[in-house]
């Protein structure tokens, strides 16, 4: 049962979370999970702990874990796959989706931006939807290692190896040795909210948290930052589910 629910700011972020209580637990802990968010969970019989100054001592912790998961939308779910005549995203404009299918014929796929249109040709229905992932996965992976390297340089940082994955939980993450990874579906984003993705994760080359002076270096090289993270919570579950 939820005792209480509540904000509270860390790092200059507000961050919600709910209090609850179970009957399994054995200890107070801090659990952050799609589709409930951040919670602290109590022992049925134990006192209720000083929420904000447990969250303020895990604040790293959390704001790292948060930017693991897009809205608790995003989470689950697909729904069917596109089909012709339908409207699919591509650097945050809609493009109408012309597939054709053509029995003996290599799968490709054009992009006519003048007319926003996405012509795919399959040999088979059934390739239409893998046909299209690969368009994009490709894209994303040029756009993505371009955006790294001008960004690398702008922030005076080097990193490892850059890899397009399709995470169903994180947009991106760097790791302790300075590797890359981002999620394909950032192509479907506005360009700006992609970038500051990269930026968010190569700011991570020069502090290893969340804290202030992390987000002053990603203000400093994105300054709408905060616009670009609404975008996402507002819009990432919808990109997360397509073609699932």
Same mark, same amino acid.
């Given at each position: 049962m939820?005792?209480r629910?509540?904000?509270?700011?860390?790092?200059?972020?507000?961050v919600?979370?709910?209090?609850?209580r179970s009957a399994?637990?054995?200890a107070v802990?801090?659990?952050?999970?799609p589709?409930?968010? =951040?919670?602290?969970?109590?022992?049925?019989?134990?006192r =209720?702990p000083d929420?904000?100054a447990l969250l303020?001592?895990h604040?790293?912790w959390?704001?790292r874990? /948060?930017?693991? *998961?897009?809205?608790?939308?995003a989470?689950?779910?697909?729904?069917?796959?596109p089909? @012709?005549?339908d409207r699919?995203p *591509?650097?945050?404009?809609?493009?109408r989706? =012309?597939?054709?299918?053509d029995p003996g014929?290599?799968?490709?796929?054009?992009? @006519?931006e003048a007319?926003?249109t996405?012509?795919?040709?399959?040999?088979?229905?059934? @390739?239409?939807?893998?046909?299209?992932?690969?368009?994009?996965? $490709?894209r994303?992976r040029?756009?993505?290692e371009a955006?790294?390297? $001008?960004?690398?340089?702008?922030?005076?940082?080097?990193y490892?190896?850059?890899?397009?994955?399709?995470q169903?939980?994180?947009w991106?993450s760097?790791?302790?040795?300075?590797?890359?990874?981002f999620?394909?579906?950032l192509?479907?984003?506005?360009?700006?909210?992609?970038d500051y993705v990269v930026?968010?994760e190569l700011?991570?080359?020069?502090?290893?948290?969340?804290?202030?002076?992390f987000?002053? /270096?990603?203000?400093a090289?994105c300054?709408? *930052?905060?616009?670009?993270?609404?975008?996402?919570?507002?819009?990432?579950?919808?990109?997360l589910?397509?073609?699932?």
């Amino acid at each position: 049962m939820t005792s209480r629910a509540g904000t509270i700011t860390l790092a200059g972020r507000e961050v919600a979370y709910t209090v609850r209580r179970s009957a399994r637990a054995k200890a107070v802990r801090l659990r952050i999970a799609p589709r409930v968010g =951040l919670e602290i969970v109590v022992p049925r019989r134990a006192r =209720l702990p000083d929420a904000p100054a447990l969250l303020r001592e895990h604040a790293a912790w959390i704001l790292r874990t /948060l930017d693991r *998961y897009p809205p608790a939308a995003a989470a689950a779910g697909s729904r069917p796959p596109p089909g @012709d005549g339908d409207r699919i995203p *591509y650097r945050g404009d809609d493009y109408r989706l =012309l597939a054709r299918v053509d029995p003996g014929r290599r799968s490709a796929v054009r992009l @006519d931006e003048a007319a926003r249109t996405l012509s795919v040709r399959v040999a088979d229905a059934a @390739d239409l939807a893998a046909a299209l992932e690969g368009w994009y996965r $490709a894209r994303a992976r040029a756009v993505l290692e371009a955006r790294a390297a $001008a960004f690398a340089a702008a922030l005076g940082v080097r990193y490892g190896r850059l890899t397009v994955r399709d995470q169903r939980t994180r947009w991106g993450s760097c790791s302790s040795t300075g590797n890359l990874n981002f999620n394909w579906r950032l192509i479907l984003a506005p360009p700006a909210v992609l970038d500051y993705v990269v930026i968010h994760e190569l700011a991570h080359r020069r502090e290893l948290n969340h804290g202030p002076r992390f987000w002053a /270096l990603v203000a400093a090289h994105c300054p709408d *930052y905060r616009a670009h993270q609404r975008w996402l919570k507002a819009h990432g579950g919808e990109l997360l589910t397509l073609l699932r």
